[in-house]
C-alpha cells in the first residue's frame, strides 16, 4: 500500500524506472520530462527511439500540456480512463529525449527500480491497449488493435 507508494515515487523522482500494472498489462514508467530516466527505459526496452513509448498522464486535461488535440474534449472523456493508447501530434513541452523519431516483461525486473505488482492483468492471452492515432482533424486510425 502506503510502503510501495511512496517508494514509487521517491525511486521516479530520482530519476528510475519503476514498472506499475495499467488496465492491460504491465508497463515501466518513469518521468516523461527527465532526459536519463527515458534514456533507461530505451536501453531496458532495447529500442533506438525509433519505436515511440507512450506517455501516461493524471487527468485527461493533462494530455493539452503535451500534446495538440484536435478532437473534441468529449470524445476523450469517452475514451478515458480505458484501455486505449491515443497518438496525438507532440507539444514543444514535451521532453525532445521521449520518441525523438517517434521480450518477457519479468526479465525486465531486475533492471527496474521498483516493481508494483498487483497479480495477473485480465487473461493471460491478452495484448497491449489499442493504439488509435487521433493526430489528423476529422480522422482516426487504429494503429494496434488490443484488449
Sequence with gaps: GA?????????????LVVAVPTDTIYGLAC????RLAIKTVYDIKGRNG?????I??????DIYKYCKVKVKAELLTDL???PVTLVFE??????KDLNPFTPEFQ????RLAVVVDDGPI????????TVVDLSVLGKYRVIRPGW
Excluded: F, M, Y
Design 80 to 82: 478515458l480512463p480505458g
Design 122 to 129: 485480465g487473461d493471460q492471452n491478452r495484448q497491449g491497449s
Design 3 to 15: 510502503e510501495v507508494l511512496a517508494a514509487t515515487v521517491r525511486a521516479l523522482k530520482e530519476g
Design 31 to 34: 518521468l516523461a520530462q527527465h
Design 56 to 61: 501516461c498522464v493524471g487527468e485527461i486535461q
Design 90 to 95: 507532440r507539444s514543444e513541452v514535451l521532453n
Design 107 to 110: 526479465e525486465l525486473w531486475p
Design 50 to 54: 525509433q519505436k515511440p513509448l507512450a
